[in-house]
């Protein structure tokens, strides 16, 4: 199975912040990555597919990159709205896997 | 709108069963591959599996801890997905969501749109 590691598990940030999330697969997935954002008591929403494609309606705020086997969500200024937890997933292969998530907090 | 409704979650004893159900709505759900992830309470998104399309003769795929115990179902005539879990554990104990999967021009299948998820309890 594809292990995905996240970085960091958690982070202090501020309203306006530029915020970087690391997501690592234990082996080679080409672009195969998707970004989820999920709220507390919520279902997960899908941010970004194709490690760098933003899914319809999503804000330009967000952006990812990366291929093989280091990506990066990237947030450019933080909002209030923004505070959550998120999760990268590989779909090069099955099982697909999730990163274990990233808390923003503020 | 796409919209997916999760049912059928509740209170199980270990080794029991129970069958969730997914309404889909707002698209062509025989076009779609379709996925259930869950989550256990205070923890990460676990993918449990997928069933394609009838194009792809409604074929599964399985998580480990899952394989064997959990199916996966539709019936593309109603709109529905479906969960059969049998010999249930504690750990089994999570949030399920359904998931809407698209093709992506690679051919790989990545998820979009997900239900509000249903809340099983494993427990006696």
């Known amino acids: 199975d594809i292990q995905m590691t996240q970085s960091p598990s958690s982070l202090s940030a501020s309203v306006g912040d530029r915020v970087t999330i690391t997501c690592r697969a234990s082996q080679g997935i080409s672009n195969y990555l998707a970004w989820f954002q999920q709220k507390p008591g919520k279902a997960p929403k899908s941010l970004i597919y194709?490690?760098?494609s933003l899914e319809s309606g999503v804000p330009s705020k967000f952006s990812g990159s990366g291929s093989g086997t280091d990506f990066t969500l990237t947030i450019s200024s933080l909002q209030p709205e923004d505070f959550a937890t998120y999760y990268c997933q590989q779909y090069n292969s099955y099982p697909l896997t999730f990163g274990g998530g990233t808390k923003v907090e503020i | 709108e796409v919209q997916l409704v999760e049912s059928g979650g509740g209170l199980v004893q270990p080794g029991g069963s129970l069958r969730l159900s997914c309404a889909a709505s707002?698209?062509?759900?025989?076009?779609?591959?379709m996925d259930w992830v869950r989550q256990a309470p205070g923890k990460g998104l676990e993918w449990v599996g997928r069933?394609?399309?009838?194009?792809?003769?409604?074929?599964?795929e399985y998580a480990a801890s899952v394989k064997g115990r959990f199916t996966i179902s539709r019936d593309d005539s109603k709109n529905s997905l479906y969960l059969q879990m049998n010999s249930l554990k504690t750990e089994d104990t999570a949030v399920y969501y359904c998931a809407r999967t698209v093709r992506a021009t690679s051919g790989h299948y990545y998820l979009d749109y997900w239900g509000q998820g249903t809340l099983v309890t494993v427990s006696s």
């Open positions: 194709a490690a760098s």
């Open positions: 069933t394609r399309n009838k194009a792809n003769s409604y074929t599964t």
């Open positions: 707002g698209f062509t759900l025989s076009d779609h591959y």
